[in-house]
């Protein structure tokens, strides 16, 4: 079994889809009351912001278009004014400092 962890999201895999469902059923039951689960069981299902797509046998397809456009929608307007490459890949105000908010204690 493979299980993939990010945060608080799970990715669970096995060849077996009954060992799958077993996990997903101990899960719940320990920390369902905690919060929500979403189950997939579908051939294509989103994933942190991914579209896993199973339909082929033994192959994944990974599908980011509406990622690769929230990137592009926010990207610099320098660079889309011609300007072939970054500095960084931060955006211009990685390191503005707000002033006006309360500094934290030692």
Known sequence: MTIVFHLDDLKL?????????????????????LADFKVSKEQVHEYLGMALDFTVL????????????????????????????????????????NDTEKQLSR
């Open 58 to 97: 033994e192959k994944c397809k990974v599908i980011m278009k509406e990622y690769v456009n929230e990137i592009l929608g926010s990207a610099s307007k320098e660079l889309l004014r011609g300007r072939s490459q970054a500095h960084t890949p931060a955006e211009n105000d990685l390191c503005k400092v």
């Open 13 to 33: 895999s096995h060849v077996d889809a009954n060992v799958v469902t077993n996990e997903i059923q101990k899960l719940q039951l320990r920390f369902g009351k």
